[in-house]
Structure formats: structure tokens, C-alpha cells
T-cell receptor, first 121, second 113 residues
């Protein structure tokens, strides 16, 4: 199993350009997530998809859009890149991020992809 | 607002020494995660702590959880150079019908030979 894969690994954009970061997982996970990591700030959630067909905003969604293409794939799009979006982007997946119907806790360990290092000039 | 605070942020220690990293969080959560990140790499899961009083150990690392104090610790015993990395804790909270992680800012550990 490849786990969580991301493409590209590195990207340089000019301000105003657009691009899509791709993420795929082969663990049959229901939930997928996009994070950005900036120095000294840990990881911040951009968007997530609790299950196929649903997407929701995280802490820092402005300037981004997402598509849950199918159960395996979750893409992140920058429509008009800005220097403030220079960061390392991580995709992650978990078995199921939804609380159980009976309120029982679900084991929500997240597995991370290798990351995409994006520079916007 | 949920906050997850780690301390120290930076830790430089000699090989063979013991030390503890602390993770405090500001709201109720029954699950806490510890991850390791090597420079330029992704995050690797170390521990998942699911209930109050949970303790897990792997090699020289031991993690514990006190949900009443909203505190988790990651204890390092007899540190070795290979443990040099950044360690993150995270809690997940239920909101809008799903669980989301909130990460701490990380503790950068450097073990000196």
C-alpha cells in the first residue's frame, strides 16, 4: 500500500497563477484533510471531507477550494496564488472522522502524505 | 476557542538524559495524538491516547493522558541522537458532525552527542 500520496512534491508559482494539489489514499478511508504548515505555527486545517460527497471549511480556508473527487481523491485548488500561501501543504486521511451514530468514539488516527512545498513569488 | 499548547517549544538535551514535553489543551477531548516529524519530512503517528489515565510506551518514549487536567506528557528516557525531531500533540474535537484535529505548535528536540 502506498498510503497517502501527493503531487507535486515541489511547486513555484507567480502571484496570480492557479494550481491544483492532488492527494490520493489507498486505505479505503472515509475522511480526508488538507493542512498547511508554516514555521512556528504547527499545522492548520484548511478544508476537510468527512465522507465522500461532503466538504467543510477548516481554520484557514480563504483563498482555497477543494474537491472530493471520489472516496480516494481529495484535491486542493489555489485560484489566484498569493505570497502568503507559500507553505508546505499536507494531505491526510483517517478511517472515519464522523462521530458514531450512538455517540461512541471512533478511532480517528490520521495518516499524512509526504507534503507539497509551494513557493509563491 | 480551543488551544493546544506545548512546552517547551525548543529543547536541546544531552544523550542519556531524561526529559518531558508537555501538551495542554483548553477544552474537553477524550483523545490525544502524538506525532513525530523529521526535518523536511511528513508526520508519523507515535501514540493515540484514548482515555483518562492512558499510558503508552514505545522504546524510549512514553506518553500519558490526564483528561481531567487536560494534559498529556511525552517522556523521553535516556535520549539518543535518533530522537532528534519535532514532536506534535493534537486533540480532536467534534464539531459540525465530524472530528477535527487541532495541533500544538510543536516541540523541536535536538539531542546532542
Amino acid at each position: 500500500n502506498a498510503g497517502v500520496t501527493q503531487t507535486p512534491k515541489f511547486q513555484v508559482l507567480k502571484t496570480g497563477q492557479s494550481m491544483t494539489l492532488q492527494c490520493a489514499q489507498d486505505m479505503n478511508h472515509n475522511s480526508m484533510y488538507w493542512y498547511r504548515q508554516d514555521p512556528g505555527m504547527g499545522l492548520r486545517l484548511i478544508y476537510y471531507s468527512a465522507s465522500e460527497g461532503t466538504t467543510d471549511k477548516g481554520e484557514v480556508p480563504n483563498g482555497y477550494n477543494v474537491s472530493r473527487l471520489n472516496k480516494r481523491e481529495f484535491s486542493l485548488r489555489l485560484e489566484s496564488a498569493a505570497p502568503s500561501q507559500t507553505s508546505v501543504y499536507f494531505c491526510a486521511s483517517s478511517e472515519d472522522g464522523r462521530p458514531g451514530l450512538a455517540g461512541a468514539l471512533r478511532y480517528n488516527e490520521q495518516f499524512f502524505g509526504p507534503g507539497t512545498r509551494l513557493t509563491v513569488l | 476557542e480551543l488551544k493546544v499548547e506545548q512546552n517547551p517549544l525548543f529543547l536541546s538535551m544531552q544523550e542519556g538524559k531524561n526529559y518531558t514535553i508537555y501538551c495542554n489543551y483548553s477544552t474537553t477531548s477524550d483523545r490525544l495524538y502524538w506525532y513525530r516529524q523529521d526535518p523536511g519530512k511528513s508526520l508519523e503517528s507515535l501514540f493515540v491516547l484514548l482515555s483518562n489515565g492512558a499510558v503508552k510506551q514505545e522504546g524510549r518514549l512514553m506518553a500519558s493522558l490526564d483528561t481531567k487536567a487536560r494534559l498529556s506528557t511525552l517522556h523521553i528516557t535516556a535520549a539518543v541522537h535518533d530522537l532528534s525531531a519535532t514532536y506534535f500533540c493534537a486533540v480532536d474535537i467534534s464539531t459540525s458532525g465530524t472530528y477535527k484535529y487541532i495541533f500544538g505548535t510543536g516541540t523541536r528536540l535536538k539531542v546532542l552527542a
